[in-house]
């Protein structure tokens, strides 16, 4: 799987998007990734309605399980070939510095705008949150989480 080390380097960026992103890894993320919404989705409605936390924070509750779900699946099933490389903490902390930004800001800040601005359903927007940090989660995981060392 191509790297890239230059981020400015169209040839190199589309070459990457072109095999990094068709590969039985990209399934098996997206597999991982339909989990995490199950588990994201499920939080956030039992911390919700069942718990009656505030939907705003019931979601940052709900995120931080599904990225540590995430995490230990994709650890063991989508990055196996690389689990060996660096720490599991490091791994970790990468994982959650990445997840947690895209999370932070596809997931959560579009619950809040669509819910609070738009007046749309708490989990139809949660559901579009997660939509929009997709594709940035895998990139992100794929070239810095659990990249390939030299």
């Known amino acids: 799987m191509p790297e890239i080390e230059n981020p400015n380097d169209v040839p190199e960026t589309k070459s990457y998007l072109k095999t990094g992103l068709l590969t039985p890894r990209f399934v098996k993320f997206g597999v991982v ?4 919404v199950i588990v994201n989705m499920g939080g956030l409605y ?6 009656g936390i505030p939907y705003f924070i ?3 509750i709900a995120i931080e399980l599904s990225i540590l779900s995430n995490f230990t699946i994709n650890l063991l099933w989508t990055w196996r070939d690389r689990a060996g490389e660096g720490t599991l903490w490091s791994k970790l902390l990468r994982y959650h510095v990445g997840a947690g930004a895209t999370a932070f800001l596809g997931n959560y800040l579009i619950l809040i705008a669509l819910t609070e601005l ?3 359903h708490y989990m139809v927007s949660n559901l579009i949150g997660i939509a929009v940090g997709t594709l940035s989660n895998y990139i992100i995981n794929d070239l810095w989480t659990f990249r390939k060392r030299s």
Request: glycine content about 18%; hydrophobic content about 55%; charged content about 10%.
């Open 58 to 60: 019931a979601s940052l």
């Open 118 to 120: 738009l007046g749309m």
């Open 33 to 36: 990734g339909a989990s995490g």
């Open 46 to 51: 039992l911390f919700k309605e069942f718990a």
